[in-house]
């Protein structure tokens, strides 16, 4: 009983009243959110609000990180239109439940932990161009139906709701933190439009969310190889897209709230939610860090904010439909935008005379790749791979060799720096394999042997002044090195007390 406890936060100090008017605050804001998500992919409005209630349900009891909030994203909607058009939604459910099942996987694998990969420019670069999507994203709402922007009185209108939305929520803290900004300030214009008839955009001119509880619904399709085919691909960048949203809005909210989070625990409860999702008519989805700083940011810290907000989703859906239809549409732009402003990271346009260019390069390229391809799983790999490419061209470039012979003509050459398959060719150049005496020292004190390539660099020299009749000694080498090694027994001084024990290759951890 004292795990089930601990599982809903019940041990710890909550403050209830805090986590349910949180939780209230972000579930009304996950409505527009969901419902857009799923005509982006070409499905229902129900299809997404399902996959918001029980991502945000199942992530919320079942996750790593509490107050982090789950639902329906743009990032999978973007990744299965295809497959909607091409074969159905009902091949959208099977991809949803095989992308959970790799997420589960992960989680066990314990592949969270390859989050640290990711340098903080790449992060820097993933939070502005996510709000500056979340941004834009908002500006259709001072579109009329056909698509024109609004002029006139109708401009105006849904221009002052917005900014007075925008200023309850900032104004309002400074005043009292007693209840939620946000909800306030979409209460104060719901009530204001209600009481003086102004006609605006309401949640219910975008579609109806009148709906039933999220119905059992095995995925209709041929279990077969061919299915297979179809679906996996789709499924491995689902996946891939909610598991590197999750983590990384996971490390946001980390550095937020100054705890820690559990990416594994994390990674395995995102898909068991996309699995649930799939066979109860959701589109699936990930982590939203949108609506996680909606709900940090009205102070909610444990798991029942989620809770709360899943639950009271369901009930908008079965329950509160026409209400919630009638909400200004005004109100929720208004807080998203204050969402947009409060993620974009402003201190990394400060860095800009600081940061090395590569690092600038970095995190302006994964800006730009969020915003123009709406792929943010594509955006972080490319940044990734672009860091590692230049940390590896640095370090390349900083191996050395200080040169010396003592007093048995002996020439020892002492290696700074770390080996490695970027760093070989210049390696090669330190030495003189003709015009150096006849035995040669190599001394790895100050280095570090690290990959196959600085291991068959190593064969090489060695196999260089063997060829000449010279007699050569690696000294403070790994047993891991001295393994791997052709005649390691002949040409490997090993001490004991002073060889590091660093592994090479052979790491398991």
Known sequence: MRKIFNLFDLTQKVNYRTEVLSGLTVALALVPEAVAFALIAGLSPLTGLYAAFVMGLVTSVLGGRPGMISGATGAVAVVIVALVQSHGVEYVFATVVLAGMLQVAAGLFRLGKLMRLVPHPVIFGFVNGLAIIIFMSQLDQFKGTSGEWLTGQPLFMILGLVLLTMLIIWGLPKITKAIPASLTAILVIFGIVTVFGIETKTVGDIASIKGAFPPFHIPNVPFSLETLQVIFPYAAIVAGVGLIESLLTLNIIDEITETRGRGNKEAVAQGAANILSGVFSGMGGCAMLGQSLINISSGARARLSGIVAAVMLLVFIMFGAGLIEKLPMAALTGLMIMVAISTFEWASLKTFNRMPKSDLFV??????????????????????????????WDNAKRIRARKRFDENGVKHYEIYGPLFFGSVATFNEKFDVMNDPQEVIIDFAESRVVDMSAIEALNKITERYLKVGKKIHLKHLSPDCKKLLKNAEEIIDVNVIEDPTYRVVVDKV
Request: glycine share 6%; charged share 0%.
């Open 363 to 392: 995190m302006v390229l994964v800006t730009g790749v969020t915003v123009f391809l709406h792929n943010l799983a594509l955006a972080v790999l490319v940044g990734v791979i672009i860091a590692a490419l230049v940390f590896a």
